[in-house]
């Protein structure tokens, strides 16, 4: 979620090529360019997953399991799975995966959450995501990711695993004095799983296809959320659109046939 390639990560004033380093000198090859036509979490990757740039039906219908991509691979006998840190991705529209997690479905938002951010003083992004949809903890989801990685070795598998960080900003419609430090926080621990998620694949099913993504960007300039109805074109600048839509993309072949696809740069043409 949010990680973004190196050139906006400088931007930040974070150097972030020793990860794409790691990355390619374990045969992926960097996108660099690659923006998305969305700017959330759902917009920009049940697009991805549908192969299209419009909805098909409900918004979450790709990410939930039921996108095109998904339907298409489960007709030529892949099995699918969907992990997530959090029910967010399922919600009112429940899994369409063969294998999902979380597989609770959670009661309609609490009053709590709003409360919470009245105490707190800031309308946070968390807060749109009560208790009852963050029901497991980042560790238990890692855990599940690699029980689904390892379990995927048993036949074709197709599996689609959303991390929650680095994420973006707190979203409340101003920066935090620290907002850039704790996105490199964040960062750190994200490039951290990456790696071991990465190994883990390398180690078991080394001819597999493997797509890094990012969704859209941290969302660390201007307000820290959107721009629309904040700021005139004229105070707009290339940072503040590749803070929002930049997507980091990196892939690994299962053979050395990819230059026809070396000219990616939507996101939402990856399938």
């Known amino acids: 979620d949010a990680y973004v390639p190196n050139e906006t990560m400088l931007s930040y004033g974070i150097d972030n090529s020793l990860q ?9 090859f960097l996108y660099p360019n690659t923006y998305s036509i969305g700017a959330t979490s759902i917009d920009s990757m049940s ?5 299209a740039n419009d909805f098909y039906g409900n918004h979450r219908r790709g990410v939930s399991g039921d996108g ?7 007709k030529i006998g892949y099995t699918t799975y969907g992990v997530f840190p959090y029910y967010y991705f399922f919600y009112e529209v429940g899994s369409s995966y063969d294998v999902s997690y979380p597989d609770s479905n959670p009661s309609k ?9 009245i105490l707190v003083g800031e309308f946070r992004f968390e807060f ?8 497991s903890s980042h ?11 390892r379990a995927g070795l048993k036949g074709p598998s197709f599996i689609y695993s959303h991390s929650n960080i680095p994420n973006h900003s707190q979203n409340s419609g101003a920066c935090l004095p620290n907002e850039t430090q704790l996105y490199q926080e964040r ?6 799983e990456m790696k071991t998620d990465v190994k883990q694949i390398l180690e078991h099913d080394p001819g597999s296809i493997i797509i890094i993504a990012g969704d859209h960007g941290p969302y660390l300039t201007k307000n820290c959320v959107s721009l629309t109805d904040f700021y005139e074109k ?3 600048n290339r940072q503040d659109i590749q803070d929002r839509h930049a997507t980091f993309l990196a892939i690994r072949w299962a053979e050395d046939d990819n230059a026809q696809y070396d000219d990616i740069t939507v996101l939402q043409d990856v399938f």
């Open 187 to 192: 960062l750190n621990e994200a490039n951290q």
């Open 139 to 149: 560790n238990e989801y890692v855990s599940r990711k690699q029980d689904s990685l």
């Open 128 to 135: 749109t995501l009560s208790e009852e949809i963050t029901d």
């Open 109 to 117: 938002l609490t009053f709590m959450p709003l409360l919470n951010a």
């Open 20 to 28: 794409e380093d790691f990355l390619t000198s374990n045969g992926f």
């Open 47 to 51: 697009l991805v997953l549908n192969a």
């Open 68 to 74: 095109i991509v998904q339907n298409a691979l489960e």
């Open 234 to 236: 004229s105070e707009i």
